[in-house]
C-alpha cells in the first residue's frame, strides 16, 4: 500500500520561505509523476507542481519563478521549495504521486500540510 507522509509546513510572513517536503513508501517503481496540489479555503484542488523521474519540472502560472520542485528518486521523497510566498499561496499543500499515463488505480495522496502566509 503506498503512503505519502509530508512535512515542513507552517505560518511564515509574506515575502518568506518554506520548504515541503513528502516521503513515498509502498510503491511499485519510481517511474512515476511526484507533485504538490493546493486547496485553499472554499475553493478546488489545485495543480502547483510536478516532477518527472527523469527530473522534468511543470508549474502552475501563479507559482512559476517563485517555487521549485525537485526530488531524489533513490530515496522516493519530493520536495517542493516556496519562495516569495503570498498570501495568497495559503492553503493546504497535497503531495501526489500518479503513474505518468494518469491510470486511475496509480494515484495517491498525503493527507495535506498547511502553509499559511500571513500579510
Known amino acids: 500500500q503506498v503512503h505519502l507522509v509530508e512535512s515542513g509546513g507552517g505560518l511564515v510572513q509574506a515575502g518568506g520561505s518554506l520548504r515541503l517536503s513528502c516521503a513515498a513508501s509502498?510503491?511499485?517503481?519510481?517511474?512515476?509523476?511526484m507533485g504538490w496540489y493546493r486547496q485553499a479555503p472554499g475553493k478546488e484542488r489545485e495543480f502547483v507542481a510536478r516532477i518527472t523521474s527523469g527530473g522534468t519540472e511543470r508549474y502552475a502560472d501563479s507559482v512559476e519563478g517563485r517555487f521549485t520542485i525537485s526530488r531524489n528518486n533513490a530515496k522516493n521523497t519530493v520536495a517542493l521549495q516556496m519562495d516569495s510566498l503570498k498570501p495568497e499561496d495559503t492553503a493546504l499543500y497535497f503531495c501526489?504521486?500518479?503513474?505518468?499515463?494518469?491510470?486511475?488505480?496509480?494515484?495517491?495522496w498525503g493527507q495535506g500540510i498547511q502553509v499559511t502566509v500571513s500579510s
Open positions: 509502498g510503491t511499485t517503481t519510481t517511474n512515476h509523476i
Open positions: 501526489n504521486v500518479r503513474a505518468r499515463n494518469w491510470d486511475p488505480d496509480y494515484n495517491f
